[in-house]
């Protein structure tokens, strides 16, 4: 089975610029969170989408936002960039159904933005 | 709410030498425990899981940890670790949804020859 597949690996943006970055979860999961890591603030959670819906948000401002599709693809975007959006931006799949119980979740390699 | 707390930023330690990373947890409520490794430039692995009953959990690559309820820790153990152990690692807590999942800030686990 493929893994969690997320692009671009790399990128890099310009301040007020924005971007989006895809996830392709595990076949057959149907929950996608996304979280941003960054060196000061460790590991936080963005959002979880479960059938194209947004089940949870963390502590995030509205520049932040994030989309699913039929297929379990999703999609994060963060608008008018800052210098502090720079960090890697992971997703992860899982087989838990939203609010229904808790299973592994599944990583994929993250994106690196950098933000100039 | 939940919360983790991982005790040491830094493990340095030599090859073959046994390993303990620690994690303490709160959490009003019964919890599900976690640990992950990362490697460079990679995503987060899981290791090993306690979700119910023993409370001795192994996991991959020889890694243990045993959850202790009263001291409310998920110590993370390995008796001989190799140069390919060198990562960080992640203790997890949550209380039930994934979407309540709480990670420590990490411990970078550096082996030495």
């Known amino acids: 089975k493929a893994g969690v597949t997320q692009t671009p690996r790399y990128l890099i943006k310009t301040r007020g610029q924005q971007v989006t970055l895809s996830c392709s979860p595990i076949?057959?999961?149907?929950?996608v969170s996304w979280y941003q890591q960054t060196p000061g603030q460790g590991l936080q959670f963005l959002f979880e989408?479960?059938?194209?819906?947004?089940?949870n948000k963390g502590n995030f401002p509205g520049r932040f936002s994030g989309r699913q599709f039929s297929n379990s693809r999703s999609e994060m975007n963060v608008s008018t960039l800052e210098l502090g959006d720079s960090a890697l931006y992971l997703c992860?799949?899982?087989?838990?159904?939203?609010?229904?119980?808790?299973?592994?979740?599944?990583f994929g390699n993250g994106t690196r933005l950098t933000v100039t | 709410a939940q919360s983790v707390t991982q005790l040491d930023s830094q493990v340095p330690v030599f090859e073959e030498a046994p390993v303990e990373l620690r994690c303490n947890y709160s959490?009003?409520?019964?919890?599900?425990l976690f640990w992950y490794v990362q490697y460079p430039n990679q995503g987060l692995q899981l290791l090993l899981k306690?979700?119910?009953?023993?409370?001795l959990v192994k996991g991959i690559n020889g890694f243990e940890a045993e959850f202790n309820k009263s001291q409310t820790s998920f110590h993370l153990r390995k008796p001989s670790v190799h140069i390919s152990d060198t990562a960080e690692y992640f203790c997890?807590?949550?209380?039930?949804?994934?979407?309540?999942?709480?990670f420590g800030a990490g411990t970078r686990l550096t082996v030495k020859p």
């Open positions: 992860a799949s899982s087989l838990a159904l939203s609010g229904q119980g808790v299973s592994p979740l599944h």
């Open positions: 076949s057959g999961h149907r929950s």
């Open positions: 989408y479960f059938s194209e819906t947004q089940r």
């Open positions: 959490s009003s409520v019964s919890v599900y």
């Open positions: 306690y979700l119910s009953g023993s409370t």
């Open positions: 997890a807590v949550s209380a039930g949804n994934n979407n309540d999942m709480r």
